[in-house]
Each structure stands twice: as structure tokens, then as C-alpha cells.
């Protein structure tokens, strides 16, 4: 008896150490760490581990071939960096280079097995992958949008819509700018769309538009909007968990993404929009943008609905990758293209990187538009298929329009 009473005590003592340690936080290597001179130190902690390394889209990048729509190209992928063992099985890697203000992404991988970093709490979902964030902000420079500052902040919804055409209800996230819910005044719309496998939360998490939004209407380089983010997979309510299917892993694969559904709702969208908020419910105070997929839709939701957005923005946007017999919304591109302009749009504005896999697709889809004489405004950047040129793309759009 004195000997299980001893027993469960020290279990006792264990369990409560455990959760002190867990409570209070315990011993902890610091994940990553800015360094004076600009490099970063990213460290873990694997006394096990044969090999530990870091990849990130700080990092140099490497060619891989990949293949989209059954076409082969050549895409930039994040390089990678081996760290080095020391005391107590602490992995440590420094970079050997000052590291850009920007925000990243970055993994490990311990022994081929990639993993977030566990020191690090400040985490990304893209799809079904997970990553560690490193925000390198910089007075003066574009990544100091991407941080939170002492400036009023918009609020952040989750809102939900009954949508007639999926037959059931479907979320939105609907950002307010500040002082929204104390003012009488109507505002300007913008609709933000994601990328292939995205959903509602994307741009508010690895794009920090709202961030962005906050400190551009702070510093007044953009009107105060309203600023409504779709899921673009008209065949699902929300983003993963937040809806009835339970678990289920987030894929690309979704059903009813580029085939014409989606733009065929979206007026439900508007509607239920304007109905809901204080709006300027009128062409001239409606934009629209998004990036890849998005890039996608927001063409043809333009070319379908002339009447409906002022201003428009194509991110990397997957053009030319759809099949016109799918659907009406993709046919008769000519003309619809013709009555778009014919309707004197404010804005059509193109972001691409020079090694995107769709940036030919972008530059043949500009080529009609000069041919046309049709006007556009275009930015080229760096870099390929990723998060830190659709940040850029966006800061650069929200201050145009709406003026």
C-alpha cells in the first residue's frame, strides 16, 4: 500500500511538472531569430536526427519540372539549407546573407520528414500544406504593410450567404475598415478571390490583407472600403473544418472550380452584399481581383458582367487553361472582351513574375489587348507562382482604384 501511495504520488508530481512546464512555457529554443546584421537563425531542437534541414521561399531558388493542365513547365521551387548539429541535439542554421524584408514561408525537413517549426507559433495553411512564417518588416519598405501597427484596425467577419445556384449556405470573410460600425456613411467594394484550393481565409492568412488594407488607408494611399473575400469552390460551404463535411483534407481536386459556376452565382454574392452592408451599390464603386484561379474568374467575371466592377485585377491569372465548349461564361471571348472595354472600364490591372508558368499566357493575352488597343496597366516581377508577388500585387491594385 505505502508503496502504490508512493507510486501515484510521483505520478502526481510528474503530471503537475508537466503541466507547469506546459502553463508557463518551460525551456525553449528560440525559432527563428533576426540577427543585427540582417541574417536569420532558424534552429531545432532533433538529438536523434541524422539530418536536418531548412527550405524556404528566402532562400535561392531551384528549378523543378512540374506539369498543369496536361502541359510540362519549369517552375521555381524554394532552395534549401542544412543545418548543423549542436549542444544538447540543438540543430542550428544561419543564413549567409542578409535576408530581404519580406514575408516567408519555410519548413523543416528531419530526415526527409518535413515539419513546421515548433518554436515558431505564427503558422500558415496553403491547401493541405503547412508552414512556419518569417516576417522580416522594414520601415519604409512594402513588407512593413504585412506587420501590425499601431493604426486603426477594420474588423474581421466570417459571414454566411444562401446561395440559390449551390442549393445550401456558403461563407464569405468580410473585412470593415475602421470605424465602420460608428459611421453612417456607404462604401466602395472590393471582392477578393484565391488561387486553386483556397477558400475564404487564404488571402487573410499568407496574402495579410488586412494588414495590408489597415496600413494603406492609414496612411491615406487608399480609400476606406469594404473588402469581401469568396470562396471561389462553388461546390463547398466554407474552408476545411469550418464546414459540414468534418475531416477532410483540403485538395486542388475540388469539383465545380473553373467551369463556369462560379461566375454564374457570383451576382448572388453582390446582391447579398449590398443588401447586408452600407454599399456603394453601383459600378463605379465595385472591384474586383484575385490571383491564379482567381486571376481566372475575375477576367471572366468582368467580360460576362461589363456592368458590375469599375476596376479589375488579374494576379499570375491562369488564362488561357480552360476548354470555351465547357461552359457560355467562356464563349464568344472576342466580343465579350469588345463590350467590356466598350463600357469604358476605370482599370485593368496585370501582375505577373517573369518565371511564372502562366506569365506566356499573361503576355499572349496582352498581346489581344494591344492589338486591340485596348488599355491595361501591367507590372512584371521577379519570382514565380507564389504568395510574395500576389502581397505585392494587391498593395499595388487597392490604391488605384476606387478614386
Known amino acids: 500500500m505505502k508503496k ?24 525553449s529554443v528560440e525559432s527563428p531569430v533576426i540577427n543585427a546584421d540582417g541574417t536569420v537563425t532558424f534552429r531545432f531542437q532533433a538529438p536523434k536526427a541524422v539530418k536536418v534541414e531548412v527550405t524556404g521561399d528566402f532562400l535561392p531558388t ?15 521551387m524554394p532552395g534549401v539549407g542544412e543545418l548543423k548539429e549542436g549542444k544538447g541535439g ?71 450567404y444562401h446561395s440559390e445556384t449551390a442549393g445550401f449556405d456558403r461563407r464569405l470573410t468580410v473585412y470593415t475598415p475602421a470605424g465602420y460600425e460608428t459611421s453612417k456613411a456607404k462604401y466602395p467594394v472590393l471582392y477578393v478571390l484565391h488561387g486553386i484550393g483556397g477558400d475564404e481565409d487564404a488571402w487573410v492568412t499568407q496574402g495579410r490583407a488586412t494588414q495590408i488594407l489597415d496600413n494603406l488607408i492609414a496612411r491615406g494611399e487608399a480609400k476606406p472600403m469594404i473588402v469581401v473575400f469568396t470562396n471561389g469552390n462553388i461546390a463547398c460551404e466554407a474552408a ?13 481536386s475540388l469539383p465545380k472550380t473553373m467551369e463556369g459556376t462560379f461566375e454564374t452565382a457570383f451576382p448572388e454574392i453582390v446582391k447579398f452584399v449590398d443588401s447586408r452592408y452600407r454599399t456603394i451599390a453601383k459600378k463605379q464603386s465595385r472591384a474586383i481581383c484575385g490571383l491564379s484561379m482567381g486571376g481566372f474568374h475575375t477576367l ?96 499595388e491594385f487597392v490604391p488605384l482604384i476606387f478614386k
Not at 64 to 75: C, N, S
Not at 120 to 145: C, K
Not at 240 to 252: H, I, K, R, S
Not at 372 to 378: G, I, L
Open 90 to 160: 540543438v540543430w542550428e542554421y544561419t543564413t549567409p546573407f542578409a535576408v530581404a524584408p519580406d514575408m516567408y514561408n519555410y519548413t523543416f525537413r528531419v530526415d526527409g520528414v518535413s515539419q513546421i517549426d515548433p518554436h515558431n507559433m505564427w503558422v500558415n495553411r496553403d491547401v493541405a500544406s503547412l508552414t512556419s512564417v518569417l516576417l522580416v518588416p522594414a520601415p519604409g519598405e512594402r513588407s512593413d504593410l504585412y506587420a501590425i501597427h499601431k493604426v486603426p484596425h477594420g474588423t474581421v467577419s466570417k459571414i454566411w
Open 62 to 76: 531551384q528549378k523543378v519540372e512540374m506539369e498543369f493542365g496536361g502541359q510540362k513547365f519549369t517552375a521555381d
Open 300 to 395: 471572366y467575371l468582368s467580360l460576362n458582367y461589363p456592368d458590375l466592377f469599375n476596376y479589375s485585377g488579374m494576379f499570375s491569372a491562369a488564362v488561357g487553361v480552360t476548354d470555351p465548349s465547357i461552359s457560355p461564361i467562356y464563349q464568344d471571348f472576342d466580343k465579350k472582351l469588345a463590350t467590356y472595354f466598350s463600357k469604358k472600364p476605370a482599370l485593368l490591372w496585370i501582375g505577373c513574375g517573369n518565371t511564372d508558368f502562366l506569365f506566356q499566357a499573361n503576355k499572349d493575352f496582352m498581346k489581344k489587348l494591344d492589338d486591340n488597343k485596348f488599355p491595361y496597366t501591367f507590372m512584371e516581377t521577379d519570382g514565380g507562382h507564389i504568395w510574395k508577388n500576389w502581397r505585392i500585387y494587391l498593395s
Open 4 to 27: 502504490l501511495f508512493v507510486v501515484i504520488a510521483a505520478l502526481a508530481i510528474g503530471l503537475s511538472a508537466n503541466a507547469q512546464q506546459a502553463l508557463w512555457g518551460g525551456p
Open 240 to 252: 476545411p473544418l469550418e464546414n459540414a463535411d468534418g475531416y477532410v483534407n483540403p485538395t486542388m
